[in-house]
């Protein structure tokens, strides 16, 4: 899966095939406001409120590439909890019964 370079840092200056998505990259590389919270991250700043309603055609390609992030994190996520389960904490489990061991 490729990443558009302008979805990493959206106030880089690049081009869109796209007119109308041109139009909003350029809209929202030019707003201050935005600027700042950039800084938190670009997962953090796709996901501020506003702009779904200020930029529709941006996030639109946006929020699949980031609903496929948290699908893929959350798989791996599930992997390592049952490869843990299964590889680290099992060498600690009991096997022998508490009443046979009673008698040893």
Not at 45 to 56: D, G, H, M, S
Not at 63 to 91: A, C, D, G
């Amino acid at each position: 899966m490729e990443i558009p370079p302008w979805i990493i840092n959206p106030f880089d200056e690049t081009e869109v095939e796209n007119v109308i998505l041109q139009e909003e990259l350029l809209e929202l590389s030019t707003n201050e406001e935005l600027k700042v919270t950039f800084k938190r991250g670009y997962q953090k700043f796709w996901l501020q409120p506003e702009i779904p309603e200020k930029y529709p055609g941006l996030w639109g390609i946006v929020q699949k590439l980031l609903i496929t992030y948290l699908s893929s994190y959350l798989v791996e996520k599930s992997f390592s909890v049952v490869t843990n389960l299964l590889i680290k904490k099992r060498s600690r489990l009991n096997i022998i019964p508490y009443k046979t061991q009673a008698k040893y």
